[in-house]
């Protein structure tokens, strides 16, 4: 399938498939299970319905915003995932780069395969003259040696990143059986780039495109597993340890989300894992607009989990979320063309979305509210 025939989000999934070793592409797509939950992420778009205005002048639709005092030229931005260099050789590069020219935020999982610093400086030749900026925040596990945790906050600090999402749905790795059945591994040739540090006492090597594939070699992460005992006084640490904006990612339960609220982290993205974390829990957009009566805009509130058209992006916005986070699309257009894969797949979403907005009667995102949505009456 050649690049002009790739039409939206699912054409660019159907070559990422083609293209994938079909180990890896497994991966990418199971969830926890039996995937219900995965697939509901989906279907739940699917049930909404959109009741549209017209007669408006939308000679000019501006899909702008501000988050955190930053502005951004879209509300899709890029969940963060691991190993994304299982989908491409430049991987989390690739894509910073990608949402750097397109004016989104990039966030980066702590297990990248290439580090915090590098994924900084790999931006540098595109933010240099001012016409574009780079907008990253870091994603933190709590990790059973906590002084890595902390110190890949400050690092990150160091870097010019400019939030914190602590995942707070992953004490334990989900029950993923796609990958069990494959006995999946991550290559040999590929390792976790933030702890290359602390295997070595000394700091990452600097990205070097001439020999990518020898970086970050056999960094034994066994070393580095999860904290399952992460709990409410750690985000407060967390919080008193940054002055960078702290937000939990993971959250599905109202109760949860007034708890974020209570102890001040600054948002949450509403989120299931993309399904692969505790399966038969709810579709993020159907918990949606209970955790957005809840916190009142006390603090902002993200989703991510099923976005695969412009009218998802709209419909979230419409139920209430700030901005939405897309994963799987990030890995397609990886997959499919490297940078220039996910340069497509952000236009092709963000020009859905701009027509979504247009042909709904709405010229700026601050108009998308609520009464969009067809409610039956």
């Not at 050649?2 to 083609?18: F, G, P, R, W």
């Not at 990418?28 to 739940?44: E, I, S, V």
């Not at 986070?325 to 397609?332: D, E, K």
């Given at each position: ?46 049930r909404i319905r959109l009741i ?268 209430g979320a700030d901005a939405v ?8 257009g990886l997959a499919y063309d ?40």
């Open positions: 399938m050649k690049m002009q025939q790739i039409t939206c989000l699912a054409d660019l999934e159907k070559v990422a498939i083609e293209k994938l070793d079909p180990n890896i592409n497994t991966n990418f797509q199971t969830g926890a299970m039996d995937n219900l939950t995965r697939d509901d992420n989906r279907k739940a778009y699917d549209p205005r017209v007669l408006r002048d939308v000679s000019n639709v501006d899909t702008g915003l501000s988050v955190f005092g930053h502005h951004f030229k879209s509300p899709v931005f890029f969940s963060p995932s691991a190993s994304q260099r299982l989908a491409h050789t430049d991987g989390e590069l690739a894509a910073s780069r990608s949402a750097c020219k397109h004016g989104v935020l990039y966030c980066l999982s702590s297990l990248s395969n290439y580090s915090i610093e590098e994924v900084s400086n790999c931006v540098s030749d595109l933010t240099q003259n001012g016409e574009n900026s780079s907008v990253r925040w870091l994603q933190l596990y709590m990790f059973m040696n906590r002084s890595v945790s902390f110190d890949l906050i400050k690092r990150a600090e160091e870097a010019g990143y400019t939030g914190i999402v602590v995942t707070s749905d992953a004490a334990y790795a989900g029950r993923r059986l796609g990958n069990i059945r494959n006995n999946f591994k991550v290559p040999e040739d590929l390792s976790f780039g933030n702890f290359k540090k602390y295997d070595q006492e000394e700091h990452i090597q600097s990205y070097s495109k001439e020999n990518p594939r020898q970086l970050h070699q056999n960094v034994n992460y066994t070393k580095y597993a999860k904290d399952p005992s992460l709990n409410w006084n750690d985000i407060k640490e967390i919080k008193k340890f940054t002055k960078l904006p702290v937000l939990l990612k993971g959250i599905l339960n109202k109760e949860d989300a007034a708890l974020a609220v209570d102890i001040g982290v600054d948002g949450i993205i509403v989120s299931n894992h993309g399904g692969r974390q505790l399966d038969s829990v709810p579709a993020s957009i159907d918990v949606l607009p209970g955790i957005v009566k809840l916190v009142n805009k006390r603090i902002k509130v993200f989703i991510e989990g099923g976005i695969l058209r412009g009218s998802d992006v709209f419909k979230a916005l419409a139920i986070f897309v994963g799987r699309p990030v890995l397609w490297g940078e220039k894969g996910v340069d497509l797949m952000l236009d092709l979403i963000n020009e859905e979305l701009r027509l979504t907005m247009a042909l709904s009667g709405c010229k700026s995102i601050s108009d998308i509210d609520s009464s969009y949505l067809y409610k039956g009456d």
